[in-house]
């Protein structure tokens, strides 16, 4: 059964940009962000889920890098959607006493 996935999209200014982009890593349900300028994609970085901390400084400082070329940008975020609960077995039907 595939993963469900959803996708968020966001405007934010260039001097915002990492720290945006830190809030979603730290988030952990975030699959692939994408920073677009207009209808053109800057920058794409996929996610593995469970890898923090020292992994994502490189992929900062290329955001950072980024954020200081760019006044405005999108930022779009895969999700994995949130598992859907299993569905109800219903009850077996009441024992009705045989006299």
Not at 11 to 34: A, M, P, S
Not at 47 to 67: E, N
């Amino acid at each position: 059964m595939a993963d469900k996935t959803f996708w968020e999209t966001t405007k934010v200014q260039g001097d915002r940009v990492v720290e945006t982009v830190k809030t979603l890593i730290h988030e952990g349900n975030v699959r692939r962000i994408v920073i677009k300028q207009g209808d053109r994609t800057v920058a794409e970085f996929p996610l593995t889920a469970g890898v923090v901390g020292a992994v994502f400084a490189p992929v900062l400082a290329a955001i950072g890098a980024l954020a200081a070329l760019v006044n405005e940008c999108g930022i779009a975020v895969e999700r994995e959607a949130a598992p859907e609960p299993p569905a109800e077995t219903p009850a077996p039907p009441p024992e009705v006493p045989v006299a």
